[in-house]
Nanobody, 118 residues
């Protein structure tokens, strides 16, 4: 099993910044990617950003140029730096870890609320 603990959510004004962090512990072998997803009220959960073990990154079009995902393999942490935040970024953000053990296995954090409002 993998345990994920997120931190860093909160309330911020439009144009502001927040940094989310996620610490992973437990069975950390065979991790192939770490990611952040978000879910706004009444909407489906969507992928925000992904970073692979090799360092490759991928972003949703809506956050490109504003958000940066980073990973510390030694500390088993993944972070999401969010700049130029917009009200439409308001959502619960979830940390995700993918292990490959012949099949894909996903692990999820408990979620952290990000609210962008004046």
């Amino acid at each position: 099993q993998v345990q994920l603990v997120e931190s860093g959510g909160g309330l911020v004004q439009p144009g502001g910044s927040l940094r989310l962090s996620c610490a992973a512990s437990g069975s950390l072998s065979s991790i192939v990617a770490m990611a952040w997803y978000r879910q706004a009220p009444g909407k489906q959960r969507e992928l925000v950003a992904t970073v692979t073990t090799g360092g490759g990154t991928n972003y949703a079009d809506s956050v490109k140029g504003r958000f940066t995902i980073s990973r510390d393999n030694a500390k088993n942490t993944v972070s999401l730096q969010m700049n130029s935040l917009k009200p439409e970024d308001t959502a619960v953000y979830y940390c995700n870890v993918v292990r490959w053990l012949g099949d894909r296995i996903d692990y999820w954090g408990q979620g952290t609320q990000v609210t962008v409002s004046s």
